[in-house]
């Protein structure tokens, strides 16, 4: 099935629409920049993630040990420009998130209306990687940003299939896969859309499917020579997380149930309280009808966008649900970052009687005093959350945890031991990582002791720099000097075989600070 227009419910094009979208634009970057400018306020330290990326984009390669290159390669362009600071990757974050609302936005227009954008955009502001998280910038939330460009290419070559549509969605999906192989998932979705718009009936549908996937496949080609090079390094990390699991199938239904509960009432949860606010302040006020003319739901244009919706909305959930289910995947709870804002339009489609008059009334006053009541329990959250103690927990307040004072005495004691500023720290990437940034100089960091896992350092360059070592340890080695509580530093920065510790330091301790960052607090007897 070909389609040829947008329908009845498109956002018309001309003079009325460039000012909305300047405004959208402004409002958005607006919201942006008040999360970024409160977080930057409220955290002592960067966002691990932003640690581990400005690590990794010291140097450009077609591959890291534990992930694909793009996002490295975008804060390395930003870094040359605007220097190697922890701002400037938690720009990119707000900007990843700011285009993506802003695509968002502008395609659930297209797809059913003014009124139903507007609220579901409401929505999505209220999710974590909106707020809360609003200043990571990693691998989920530069899928983000392509997914979203993915869904929007995909709606527009469904309408007029072109050789250079097409075409730009395969860069789409290969720059995708640059970033994070999940974006597979959404290469399957894709597929799964072909299919359903009959996709193999018309040639220029089918000319175009080969065309995205060979554009794909070109972009990525270079990282799959990387992978053989490289032994498969990020998916042998994988394998130690959750693609080898194997969880017994008894086992699988319960962890699969709870990863989906986790994704639709968890992470979902702010944006269904703001739905429910709005739907009982209809109700209360009158503006829900009791029933909504069938006509448009059973129009042939009107089902494909709705199809649409729940495609996105449900699909990547249900595809990764199976892989849990079939293969025994341990899924991961941030697999939902780029597809969970995506499933508030989805579940709205159940929903008529809540969006539909909105259409043409737009949002109560009263939605928009719920809407900016969350905001500040949100704000009210991140604030508390960056001033709680340090716990045992591992990630559990990473943002209060403070470099800056061990890392003074880490400078006083190099210089007084090496005779300069440490040039290399070494160590479990997160906590060597925010020292570094913390430190004078600017000095490199040797993840995990791994010359292997840092191709940034070079072997002869380590020989003649001033390093420092730190690690994990309830008591101090011989040689070691305390830093801060739970961790040692000493003069020297050698390797260690991948997955051992460094001599004096308990293994199970060093293991668990190389597999979370060093973001795990340390619990002595």
């Avoid at 992978?227 to 997380?241: D, I, K, M, N, T």
């Avoid at 991961?332 to 539909?356: D, E, G, V, Y």
């Avoid at 906590?431 to 913390?438: D, I, M």
Wanted: charged share 10%; aromatic share 10%; with cysteine.
């Amino acid at each position: 099935m070909q389609t040829t227009g947008p329908g009845p419910l498109a956002v018309r094009s001309g003079a009325a629409t460039a000012p909305r979208e300047r405004l959208l634009w402004l409002a958005l970057a607006l919201f942006t920049a008040v999360w970024l400018g409160l977080l930057a306020a409220v955290r002592l330290t960067p966002p691990i993630d932003n640690i581990e990326q400005l690590l990794w984009s010291r140097t450009l390669a077609w591959g890291y040990y534990k992930h694909p290159p793009l996002p490295s390669w975008i804060l390395a362009g930003a870094t040359a420009v605007l220097g190697h600071a922890a701002w400037v990757a938690a720009l990119l974050g707000g900007l990843c998130v700011l285009i993506t609302l802003v695509l968002y936005a502008r395609l659930l227009e297209r797809l059913a209306g003014r009124g139903f954008a507007l609220l579901a955009l409401l929505a999505a502001l209220c999710l974590t990687y909106s707020t809360e998280r609003l200043d990571y910038f990693n691998h989920n939330t530069v899928m983000m940003l392509l997914t979203a460009a993915t869904i929007a290419r995909l709606w527009a070559v469904t309408q007029r299939p072109t050789p250079t549509g097409w075409s730009g969605l395969g860069l789409l999906l290969g720059l995708g896969l640059l970033a994070k192989y999940q974006m597979a998932v959404v290469a399957l979705c894709v597929g799964l859309w072909w299919l359903r718009i009959g996709g193999w009936r018309v040639p220029a549908q089918r000319a175009g499917l080969a065309l995205a996937a060979l554009v794909a496949a070109l972009v990525f080609a270079p990282h799959v020579v990387w992978l053989v090079q490289s032994g498969f390094a990020p998916l042998r990390y994988a394998e130690q997380s959750s693609l080898a699991a194997h969880l017994p199938w008894l086992q699988r239904p319960a962890a699969t149930s709870w990863w989906l509960a986790d994704w639709m009432a968890n992470r979902l949860l702010p944006a269904w309280l703001l739905l429910a606010a709005v739907a009982l302040v209809l109700r209360l006020g009158g503006g829900m009808p009791a029933s909504v003319p069938a006509t448009n739901a059973d129009a042939p244009a009107a089902r494909l966008r709705r199809d649409y919706l729940l495609l996105w909305g449900l699909g990547p959930a249900l595809v990764m649900a199976a892989l849990g289910l079939l293969g025994g995947i341990h899924l991961q709870p941030k697999w939902s970052t780029a597809f969970a804002l995506w499933t508030i339009p989805a579940l709205l489609q159940f929903l008529p009687r809540l969006w539909q008059p909105l259409t043409q009334r737009g949002l109560p006053g009263t939605a928009w005093a719920v809407f900016l009541a969350l905001q500040l329990l949100l704000a009210g959250e991140a604030w508390y959350g960056a001033q709680a103690a340090p716990g045992p927990g591992c990630g559990s307040q990473w943002s209060s945890r403070d470099f800056h004072a061990p890392a003074q005495a880490l400078d006083a004691g190099a210089r007084a031991a090496l005779g300069g500023p440490p040039e290399i720290v070494s160590g479990p990437y997160g906590v060597a990582g925010a020292l570094a940034l913390a430190l004078p100089g600017d000095p490199k960091v040797l993840i995990d002791g791994s010359l292997a896992r840092s191709p940034w350092v070079g072997a002869a360059e380590l020989q003649r720099a001033r390093a420092v070592t730190v690690a994990p340890a309830c008591r101090v080695p011989p040689g070691a000097r305390p830093l801060m509580p739970g961790w040692v530093w000493w003069p020297g920065g050698g390797t260690v075989p991948e997955g051992t510790p460094p001599p004096g330091i308990d293994d199970a301790q060093w293991r668990l600070a190389v597999a979370h960052g060093g973001a795990c607090g340390v619990v002595c007897p």
